[in-house]
């Protein structure tokens, strides 16, 4: 089984470097290991200081690297999409000559490839180097979103193809995408079910967060995990990176050690379930094989993080008078949650982010009848009765 482990966190705070190192491990103790860059902004050809582009690349033994290109990606393995719904913005002058781009779908095409890889049998082990917070968890949870999306549209779509085709493009200017190219969009959404199954699978693909001892740094951190917890991701470990070594707690670097001592002692209260491990902060650039090297050697054997405790993000119940749906959402608070039918789903809306739930059929039309935030746990009561006497 190939093991998928995906780290984030704040811009700056050494993600990449951290993931190279976790990398660099897994390939020393034998493992077939795959570092890959789904940022747009790659540095990881940087951190190991050689060429890495969009071909796998042979570093050391056991360690291949690579850097996506979305674009690429889309082009060669969705061409007739791209270019069904190109030219059908063309033809309604949404985009005459301009490549088709929707926000989300570059990441998307790269996480896509991540299936491949896992499904090739190549490597043990798949090490993800992610953007920083906020585009990881807007492209973390675009799976799920756009296949909702898909779902709803693609049985009308696939009609409105076949019987306006033969007329939009004489009649209504507008010309519609092929059966190619509807091809290529069910092809898609049956990758998104993959790939959904394959990153929430928290035996297989697990999520790591990298963090600095700082404030600022350690807030973001805590909304971090709220976040991957309420899309359903296994969070397996919290690395807190550049922590200040002992004879470095003096003189001008006082205040900063006590900063940093506090800041730990927060993390170590919040994240108390999940693994977490300290890594120094040295007195040169980590760059090139000899540093990630000696950075992977400060960081714990994996069995440290294989404690992670594998939660279950959404569990239904059946009551009395109904059913009760239980989500694990750590560190929420009631005032930053929100709670709505939106049609046949419901909707969960916790700071900058919403996601719409599909309920089960046996739910259809079931009030909420109540909903309660305890310990991290927020559990929505679903009354039947009601619907029943309607």
Known sequence: MTRIRIFTGKGGVGKTSVAAACAWGSASRGSRTLVVSTDAAHSIGDVLDRRIGPDIVHVVENLDAIELDADRIMETEYGDMVRGITSMMGSIGAADEVPFSLPGFDGLFSLLKLIDYAESGEYDSIVVDCAPTGETLALLKFPELLSWYVEKWLPIGKVAVRVLSPVSKKILKVELPDKHAMS??????????????????????????????????????????????????????????????VEAT?????????????????????????????????????????????????????????????????????????????????????????????GADLAVRIGGFTRCLPLPNVLAGAEVARAKLEDGLLTVEFDQEARDER
């Open 184 to 245: 290529d969009i069910e092809r898609l959404y049956a990758r998104l079910l993959d790939l959904q199954a394959l990153l929430k699978d928290g035996e297989k693909t697990t999520v790591r967060v990298v963090t600095l001892p700082e404030k600022m740094v350690v807030e973001e951190t805590k909304r971090n995990y709220l976040y991957l917890n309420l899309f359903g991701y296994r969070v397996d470990g919290v690395i807190v990176n550049r922590v200040l070594p």
């Open 250 to 342: 003096t003189g001008f670097f006082c205040e900063w050690a006590d900063i940093q001592h506090r800041c730990i002692e927060g993390l170590e209260h919040v994240f108390a379930e999940v693994p977490m491990a300290q890594v120094p902060w040295y007195e040169t650039d980590i760059c090139g094989v000899a540093g990630i090297r000696r950075l992977s050697e400060a960081m714990p054997d994996e069995s440290t993080f294989e404690q992670a405790p594998n939660v279950e993000h959404e569990r239904y119940e059946k009551t009395e008078s109904g059913w009760r749906l239980s989500l694990f959402v750590p560190l929420a608070e009631k005032g930053s949650l929100e709670l709505y039918r939106a």
